[in-house]
């Protein structure tokens, strides 16, 4: 039998049926969801010191804040090239990033002033710099571009030169070199003054275009050089220590304040702390990764560092960076490591 119910009731029925719906239908995320669901990625492999130390930060920040704030890692190149990500970092398709300063310049010119070459004489001048007044004046242009860059970089090292072809002992040696940069103007006018031939390829292609030839060299610091296999398609590593290069935390600005403050103080000092802690991986990386990459096959090159900086002053290169950075950055610089120019 079909039980029909009069108009008006059958409504009130359904309106009262829709009333104790939405509790449940309007919930926006699990209970048990991150009220900040953030992701931070990078360029360096897995078994790199920064990815596995901003893991343990990101595992460390979601335990601290309780579970409010959970950052996905995505290392290696998973979420695109460096131009790539920084194209996403700014429009807020990826909350955070760490970039070499040197590809950060193509957005934020004076970001690349720590790569100049042979500024830096040791560590006992890089972290005092880039920590004070010369990383201020950075993160202070970085701001201007709706990003936000912590306190603390992370360390990427002194870069070296690698080649298939042949050993590069001197700056006559790299004449003609085809060499592989990342897309920074300074690292292509750097290799530009020494004569040799700069091509411009995303990290993540960087092993393929060794193995076809596409270039004959590239450089990085001997630890990437290791975790990437570098060592694999190169035959000669000429120690040049040409360059000091580090990575930028950076933070969508809007993203990082859209958390609390007392959220942003956590992830900040988290990963201010794994930067420390990376630092001293890398320190502690550098006393054994030649013996590493000599047992791997790679032959290792001296170099006179007097030489290479003399060809760059004679090309013109220092006073060609001197009058693109400012007489206020370039005064920073120098006011730390010595007169350059």
Do not use: C
């Given at each position: 039998?079909?039980?029909?119910?009069?108009?008006?009731?059958?409504?009130?029925?359904?309106?009262?049926?829709?009333?104790?719906?939405?509790?449940?239908?309007?919930?926006?995320?699990?209970?048990?969801?991150?009220?900040?669901?953030?992701?931070?990625?990078?360029?360096?492999?897995?078994?790199?010191?920064?990815?596995?130390?901003?893991?343990?930060?990101?595992?460390?920040?979601?335990?601290?804040?309780?579970?409010?704030?959970?950052?996905?890692?995505?290392?290696?190149?998973?979420?695109?090239?460096?131009?790539?990500?920084?194209?996403?970092?700014?429009?807020?398709?990826?909350?955070?990033?760490?970039?070499?300063?040197?590809?950060?310049?193509?957005?934020?010119?004076?970001?690349?002033?720590?790569?100049?070459?042979?500024?830096?004489?040791?560590?006992?001048?890089?972290?005092?710099?880039?920590?004070?007044?010369?990383?201020?004046?950075?993160?202070?242009?970085?701001?201007?571009?709706?990003?936000?860059?912590?306190?603390?970089?992370?360390?990427?090292?002194?870069?070296?030169?690698?080649?298939?072809?042949?050993?590069?002992?001197?700056?006559?040696?790299?004449?003609?070199?085809?060499?592989?940069?990342?897309?920074?103007?300074?690292?292509?006018?750097?290799?530009?003054?020494?004569?040799?031939?700069?091509?411009?390829?995303?990290?993540?292609?960087?092993?393929?275009?060794?193995?076809?030839?596409?270039?004959?060299?590239?450089?990085?610091?001997?630890?990437?050089?290791?975790?990437?296999?570098?060592?694999?398609?190169?035959?000669?590593?000429?120690?040049?220590?040409?360059?000091?290069?580090?990575?930028?935390?950076?933070?969508?600005?809007?993203?990082?304040?859209?958390?609390?403050?007392?959220?942003?103080?956590?992830?900040?000092?988290?990963?201010?702390?794994?930067?420390?802690?990376?630092?001293?991986?890398?320190?502690?990386?550098?006393?054994?990764?030649?013996?590493?990459?000599?047992?791997?096959?790679?032959?290792?090159?001296?170099?006179?560092?007097?030489?290479?900086?003399?060809?760059?002053?004679?090309?013109?290169?220092?006073?060609?960076?001197?009058?693109?950075f400012g007489p206020e950055a370039w005064g920073t610089l120098e006011k730390a490591v010595g007169s350059l120019a």
């Amino acid at each position: 039998m079909t039980i029909r119910l009069p108009r008006r009731r059958l409504l009130a029925t359904t309106l009262a049926g829709a009333a104790a719906v939405p509790l449940v239908a309007i919930r926006t995320r699990p209970a048990n969801a991150a009220e900040f669901s953030y992701k931070y990625a990078n360029n360096s492999p897995v078994t790199h010191p920064l990815t596995i130390r901003t893991t343990e930060a990101a595992a460390r920040i979601k335990e601290k804040t309780g579970g409010q704030v959970e950052i996905q890692v995505f290392p290696n190149n998973q979420l695109g090239s460096d131009t790539d990500m920084l194209s996403q970092l700014r429009s807020g398709a990826l909350e955070f990033f760490t970039l070499s300063g040197l590809i950060l310049s193509t957005l934020v010119p004076v970001a690349s002033i720590n790569g100049v070459g042979f500024a830096f004489k040791d560590y006992g001048q890089v972290w005092p710099t880039m920590d004070g007044a010369l990383g201020t004046l950075v993160r202070g242009e970085i701001a201007k571009r709706g990003l936000y860059a912590f306190a603390k970089m992370y360390d990427n090292g002194y870069r070296q030169i690698t080649s298939s072809t042949k050993p590069i002992k001197t700056p006559e040696d790299l004449s003609g070199f085809k060499i592989r940069v990342p897309a920074s103007p300074l690292w292509t006018s750097l290799f530009k003054a020494f004569g040799a031939s700069p091509t411009t390829i995303n990290f993540n292609e960087v092993y393929s275009a060794l193995q076809t030839h596409v270039v004959d060299g590239q450089e990085n610091p001997l630890a990437l050089i290791d975790t990437a296999k570098l060592y694999e398609v190169q035959k000669y590593v000429a120690i040049t220590n040409h360059m000091w290069d580090g990575f930028w935390f950076l933070a969508n600005k809007r993203a990082f304040e859209a958390m609390p403050q007392k959220l942003r103080d956590i992830v900040e000092a988290e990963f201010n702390a794994s930067a420390l802690a990376e630092r001293e991986d890398l320190a502690k990386m550098n006393n054994t990764v030649a013996d590493t990459l000599k047992a791997k096959g790679l032959q290792f090159v001296d170099t006179d560092a007097t030489a290479f900086r003399a060809a760059l002053k004679k090309a013109g290169f220092y006073e060609e960076w001197k009058g693109k950075f400012g007489p206020e950055a370039w005064g920073t610089l120098e006011k730390a490591v010595g007169s350059l120019a």
